[in-house]
């Protein structure tokens, strides 16, 4: 039953100032509800009977994987591989996200949005994340993923009470903030995702929304 009501929140293709945003839905099993209940429990202290979440922020990030195929794929399986060995510790639960933007500026949605995703550390509970493809020298981001990025967090700022847009590699600035829940003082990693340059173009398209950056900015 659980997963019959998650699934139902997903909407054919969703209007998107003149363009789609395209489900394209993640594997959404009874393991994954169960794992994401116990991260939410272990990490931030939540019981709850379902993985929801009231958005407070949005997350941009990048994948460092060229294809959107390849990034779906990382996600849609419930389990963390055991490649990543630095996040391990925190809970099997896989990596994911809400959206996905491919090299194209298109915009794809894997999860609803008030369910919890595991992409950024001490902020799942109250963050969506927007993953997008690529990432590398060979695969920078483009003029297409900056105007995509900028067009569906209006649309989320719209759609709930946003405070707050970072990138991956500001997500420290909110240790000690009242939106951080992570239990483990030393569970943190580096990030450098999605660039600070993209971050700043982002901000600056986003100018009006009141929209604030990370703590302190």
Request: contains cysteine; hydrophobic residues 40%; glycine residues 8%.
């Amino acid at each position: 039953m659980r997963i019959l009501i998650t699934v139902l929140f997903f909407i054919v293709s969703s209007p998107l100032f003149g363009q789609k945003i395209i489900q394209k839905p993640i594997l959404w099993d009874q393991e994954r509800i169960d794992l994401t209940l116990a991260y939410l429990k272990d990490r931030y202290g939540l019981e709850q009977e379902t993985p929801h979440i009231t958005p407070k922020m949005v997350v941009v990030h990048f994948t460092v994987i060229p294809t959107f195929a390849g990034t779906f794929g990382t996600f849609n399986r419930a389990t963390l591989p055991s490649a990543r060995t630095g996040i391990q510790s925190a809970g099997a639960l896989n990596v994911s996200s809400q959206y996905s933007i491919d090299r194209d500026g298109t915009i794809y949605q894997f999860m609803p949005d008030t369910v919890m995703a595991r992409h950024v550390i001490g902020l799942n509970h109250c963050a969506i994340g927007i993953e997008n493809v690529g990432g590398t020298k060979e695969t920078p981001m483009n003029e297409a993923q900056l105007k995509a990025n900028i067009a569906l967090i209006k649309m989320l700022n719209e759609k709930y009470d946003l405070e707050y847009v970072i990138g991956h590699f500001e997500y420290k600035a909110f240790i000690g903030h009242d939106l951080w829940l992570e239990k483990d003082p030393d569970y943190l990693t580096n990030k450098t995702d999605p660039g600070v340059k993209f971050m700043n173009d982002i901000r600056a398209g986003l100018k009006g929304t009141g929209l604030k950056g990370s703590p302190g900015r």
